[in-house]
Antibody, heavy 128, light 108 residues
Framework: QITLKESGPTLVKPTQTLTLTCTFS?????????????VGWIRQPPGKALEWLAL???????RFSPSLKNRLSITKDTSKKQVVLSMTNMDPLDTGTYYCARFLFYSSGTYYMAHDFWGQGTLVTVSS | EIVLTQSPGTLSLSPGERATLSCRAS???????LAWYQQKPGHAPRLLIY???SRATGIPDRFSGSGSGTDFTLTISRLEPEDFAVYYC??????????FGPGTKVDI
């Protein structure tokens, strides 16, 4: 059974750095086995659309949203089964629900290239 | 970066009707790496379709995806009450950032 869960502060002040942790189970995020997986972060301001932020792959490859890449970092600890996203210089416009989701590149001979399992999301409010 | 445009913004239909949702990409989507998600209020998105036309595990066959190149379609053949939600398309390209479309709301 695959699960992901986001954790971190619910309230941050403007200019602070947000650090969110995604703890996952049911997959490894390593090169072992036949799957090729990643973990991505996606956010959603209240009442608005999804915005993709970042992805880290099984091979430690990383990609970022061009508009936010200067503020983002992403790391993984496969022994703890965690992926950590950091976003610097937080602003009230960064308020929203932050999701982590598995990104399945490849499994059993099929390329997927989609986020197939999602966490429940965590609401982050940026306010002084 | 590939920009995705979805239309219409809102689709007002009744249960039993057919829904046709469009997703257009600003550049060719290679290998048809285009996915569709459903999101209900207060819930995380759910993967419906991957690689433009393959249904994800457990997705009913009233959901179907089609298209290639820059134009893609999600069709819901007969709307059930639980299908009223927001639908997003998402693109993946080698070396490119992943992007989501702005969404289509399917409303009663």
């Amino acid at each position: 059974q695959i699960t992901l869960k986001e954790s971190g502060p619910t309230l941050v002040k403007p200019t602070q750095t947000l650090t969110l942790t995604c703890t996952f189970s049911g997959f490894s995020l390593t090169a072992n086995g036949g799957n090729r997986e990643g973990v991505g972060w996606i956010r959603q301001p209240p009442g608005k659309a999804l915005e993709w932020l970042a992805l880290i792959s099984w091979d430690d490859g990383k990609r970022f949203s061009p508009s936010l890449k200067n503020r983002l970092s992403i790391t993984k600890d496969t022994s703890k089964k965690q992926v950590v996203l950091s976003m610097t210089n937080m602003d009230p416009l960064d308020t929203g629900t932050y999701y982590c989701a598995r990104f399945l590149f490849y499994s059993s001979g099929t390329y997927y290239m989609a986020h197939d399992f999602w966490g429940q999301g965590t609401l982050v409010t940026v306010s002084s | 970066e590939i920009v995705l445009t979805q239309s219409p913004g809102t689709l007002s239909l009744s249960p039993g009707e057919r829904a046709t949702l469009s997703c257009r990409a600003s550049q060719t989507v290679t290998n048809n790496y285009l996915a569709w998600y459903q999101q209900k209020p207060g819930h995380a998105p759910r993967l419906l379709i991957y690689r433009a036309s393959s249904r994800a595990t457990g997705i009913p066959d009233r959901f179907s995806g089609s298209g290639s190149g820059t134009d893609f379609t999600l069709t819901i053949s007969r709307l059930e009450p639980e299908d009223f939600a927001v639908y997003y398309c998402q693109h993946y390209g080698s070396g490119l950032p992943i992007t989501f479309g702005p969404g289509t709301k399917v409303d009663i």
